[in-house]
């Protein structure tokens, strides 16, 4: 009995552990990955990775003595990554750090601390940086921390997806799969076959009628050459050169037998095919078989080659169809297929993505760079995620704490002062207009349908009512000068544009007939032959090697009338160009309108105004919009311009800049930075020190640059202040 119950009673321990041991351990739900400062500044584990190769475990101890160690992961012998040791306790220093701006980029770094309860080997943790922004959130690459179970899971799901990928047969290997290769080949090659035959008995019957034509040519040859000699014969026989002989002697005819014996000549000539048969060479009279159209030319090689659209649609008669469907049905379904294999995808997107063997907490060190803009003045940082196991079970990881970080930046040393420009403002102003306004050839009546001059009227229209809607001006008078071409004589060219002048004057007095004293106030003046602007015409637009020429006629102080004639005479082709291309450019009017300021009694009143325009550069570097503003600022190469310059990197042009304005702390304190940047580090020193004694804060801002940190570390600047807090504290 007591052998039965002992049984039974390790039975039922043996299930007990079997149901125990299927069920996954849940994460512990104040488990949570946190995330705390590096113990050093970015730059110098920058540095430090730099100048040497890491080891497999850092340690790092700030200021109070507090030691971090950070473990770098290698690969083993699959390729996977692996966490070479176990990671002691981090100590938590701050929640808030100052980092540099610098090119318009900045640095960001932190630990993220995984405990040791998040981390199981049949468990992946999927942890997420947020950077929280101007209000908006974005998230950083994933770190992925998976247990080597879980891994194993993993690797297995996507083998089995591989196998079904297996199965799909790529492009390149399209032919050797799904076409009938043997059956296609062979049908190519009995059409090369056919298609030599055909072309090679084509041949053979071109050489064959030309045989066949050269002989039958030669055999009517022979039969024409005997049919003269038989028309030859048969004159002599009817006498005909004692008739012609006759003829000659006498210049006619005498005895009437020469058209008798001419009219015999042709019946007997016309009876037998010996005196009139003419063979010839033609179609009627050759073998049946030599009469198609191909032998009216001689032999040509139409071998007709297949092209690869020729190929490719025969080859659409071979496919294995059943074969291609299939294939196209396994790429089709893909998608489907990887979600239903593969329950646990791989992040692609992640930063790490490693396997760890061994219990213990876990550190990574964590480096973003981000762009710096207008909501770059303080940003934060926090870590969630989530835990997966092979049972398919999510849970939540509660978030970290959140990481404060301000952003030193140049722009924190920006000259806000105003700036003002001095403005001149004149009591009596000007503007002018020049409108293309046509006439009809000697005429000087203006004609408002005539080609543009409508729309040119009213540009001069619309000119005229926004001075008059400005109740700012008051018009003094409107001129107009109308210019004409050469052509014609000089003296009438002139009458001619003043009547034109006059012309437009009388339109335009009742176009603007709401302005007061309209009638006294346009005047007509007439300019004549416009030589000048012809000139420059002839030097913009001309494009031979006798512009010159034309030029040095045209600046002869000679009668205008010859200076054209000359052109005409000795450059005809660029007369040509010049009467058809630039003589309508000279027929203009010039429009101009003088105005004075209403109730302005001094010519001259000079003001101050806000520079808008620097304003608007000033906004753009606020917003750290360095190239934009660039593009206002560097017109005035000030103390602003250098900030600019340097935030871009321009160091060169920016200590040129600085060296050229009056000594302040700011001033010290940038070329202090720039010294540094440019390797003379003797001058850093100086001039941030002299920063420093002129504005004793710059103790406080060097700590923030970079540049001016190492140097204060390199060199103890700072002693002082460190002795004088000893002493206080003593």
């Not at 980092?99 to 468990?123: A, H, M, N, Q, T």
């Not at 009628?209 to 009517?220: I, K, Q």
């Not at 025969?314 to 396994?330: E, P, Q």
């Not at 012809?534 to 913009?540: G, K, M, T």
Request: hydrophobic share 35%; net charge positive; aromatic share 10%.
């Amino acid at each position: 009995m007591r052998k039965i119950i002992t049984n039974s009673l390790c039975l039922l321990l043996t299930v007990a552990a079997i149901f125990s041991s299927c069920r996954t351990r849940q994460p512990d739900d104040k488990a949570r990955a946190n995330i705390h400062f590096p113990a050093k500044p970015v730059e110098e584990v920058k540095n430090e990775k730099t100048s040497k190769k890491l080891p497999s475990v850092i340690e790092m101890k700030d200021r109070h003595g507090n030691k971090t160690i950070y473990a770098q992961t290698e690969k083993d012998q699959d390729g996977n990554s692996r966490l070479s040791v176990q990671l002691k306790e981090v100590t938590v220093t701050a929640r808030m750090k100052t980092v540099p701006e610098r090119f318009g980029k900045v640095d960001v770094d932190f630990i993220v601390s995984v405990p040791e309860e998040l981390i199981d080997r049949r468990w992946q943790l999927n942890l997420t940086p947020n950077l929280i922004k101007g209000g908006n959130v974005s998230e950083f690459d994933d770190l992925v921390i998976s247990g080597d179970a879980f891994r194993e899971v993993q690797d297995k799901q996507y083998a089995r997806y591989e196998q079904y990928l297996s199965k799909i047969i790529p492009d390149s290997l399209f032919d050797k799969h799904f076409v009938k290769t043997k059956a296609y080949n062979r049908y190519i090659r009995n059409y090369h076959r056919s298609e030599f035959i055909r072309v090679y008995k084509d041949s053979i019957d071109h050489a064959g009628y030309a045989r066949y034509r050269s002989r039958l040519v030669e055999r009517y040859n022979y039969f024409n050459d005997k049919m003269h000699r038989n028309r030859s014969w048969l004159k002599r026989r009817m006498s005909f050169p004692k008739i012609k002989e006759r003829y000659e002697y006498f210049g006619r005819d005498t005895i009437h037998v020469a058209a008798a014996y001419n009219k015999r000549y042709q019946q007997i000539a016309g009876i037998s095919p010996m005196f009139f048969m003419l063979r010839d060479f033609n179609t009627s009279h050759i073998q049946w078989k030599y009469r198609k159209e191909k032998y009216n030319s001689g032999f040509i090689n139409d071998y007709r080659h297949l092209s690869i659209a020729d190929s490719l649609h025969i080859k659409t008669g071979f496919l294995k169809k059943k074969a291609i469907d299939k294939n196209n049905a396994l790429i089709k379904n893909k998608q489907q297929v990887f979600f239903k294999l593969v329950k646990f995808p791989r992040n692609t997107h992640a930063r790490l993505d490693t396997v760890v063997y061994n219990k213990g907490k876990f550190d990574y060190y964590y480096k973003q760079e981000l762009m710096a803009d207008e909501d770059s003045k303080r940003i934060n940082i926090y870590v969630d995620g989530y835990v997966v196991d092979t049972n398919q079970e999510y849970y939540l990881v509660p978030s970290s704490d959140t990481l404060n970080y301000m952003i030193s930046s140049m722009i924190q040393l920006l000259d806000t002062t105003p700036r003002y420009l001095r403005k001149v403002i004149e009591r009596k102003v000007m503007s002018s207009l020049k409108a293309n306004i046509g006439f009809k050839a000697g005429a000087s009546e203006l004609d408002i349908n005539l080609g543009d001059n409508l729309p040119e009227l009213e540009k001069v229209q619309e000119m005229a009512d926004r001075i008059t809607g400005e109740l700012e001006f008051v018009v003094d008078s409107i001129t107009l000068v109308a210019g004409c071409s050469p052509e014609g004589s000089f003296a009438t060219n002139m009458l001619l544009s003043k009547r034109r002048g006059e012309s437009i004057r009388k339109y335009l007095t009742g176009m603007l007939e709401g302005i007061d004293n309209i009638n006294q106030i346009v005047r007509a003046y007439p300019k004549g032959e416009d030589w000048q602007g012809l000139s420059s015409l002839v030097r913009d637009s001309l494009d031979s090697r006798t512009r010159q020429g034309v030029l040095d006629i045209i600046a002869e102080s000679s009668d205008p009338d010859t200076k054209e004639i000359h052109i005409r005479q000795l450059y005809p082709g660029d007369y040509t160009y010049i009467r058809d291309k630039l003589y309508p450019k000279l027929r203009v009017v010039e429009f101009t309108f003088y105005m004075h300021r209403r109730g302005m009694l001094k010519d001259t009143v000079y003001t101050t105004e806000p520079d808008t325009l620097y304003a608007k550069g000033m906004e753009l570097l606020a917003k750290r919009r360095y190239s934009d503003a660039l593009q206002i600022l560097s017109e005035y190469n000030d103390y602003n311009t250098a900030i600019c310059l340097m935030s871009l990197g321009y160091d060169t042009g920016a200590y040129s800049i600085l060296e050229s304005i009056p000594e302040t702390a700011n001033r010290e304190y940038l070329m202090a930075i720039l010294a540094a940047r440019m390797g003379r580090e003797e001058e850093a020193v100086r001039r941030y020190l002299l920063s420093v004694e002129l504005d004793p804060a710059k103790r406080w801002r060097g700590t923030l640059d970079p540049e001016i940190n190492r140097l204060i570390k390199a060199y103890d600047l700072n002693k002082d202040d460190d002795d004088e807090n000893n002493n206080f504290e003593d």
